[in-house]
């Protein structure tokens, strides 16, 4: 990550032209094992870094589109609303 953010301005113009012009392809997810309660190991992939940005913005892109769509009375799945905090509301009115 150091070595990416050396040149980080350059680096994210490279990644930005990659992707708009169809050529960025995302590298294989790294394999982790995370150690379980029972001895056991539950398997973890970790995205790499420029897999990671091109995640979030494309999730922040979505979002935007996506958010005059829902209704207001819509809380699954969208940041800052969640079911719990409806039925806060719900228990507050009654």
């Not at 990659?18 to 050529?23: A, M, P, S």
């Not at 590298?27 to 398997?43: E, L, M, S, T």
Request: glycine share 10%.
């Amino acid at each position: 990550m150091a070595r990416y953010e050396e040149g980080l301005t350059d680096n994210l113009r490279d990644l930005c032209g990659r992707v708009h012009t169809g050529r960025y392809r995302p590298p294989p997810v790294r394999r982790v094992y995370i150690p379980k309660a029972d001895g056991g190991k539950r398997p973890l992939g970790v995205p790499a870094l420029e897999d990671k940005i091109v995640q979030s913005a494309v999730a922040e892109v979505l979002s935007a589109v996506y958010e005059a769509d829902f209704l207001g009375f819509s809380y699954g799945f969208r940041p800052g609303r969640n079911l719990t905090w409806r039925l806060m509301l719900c228990i507050r009115r009654s």
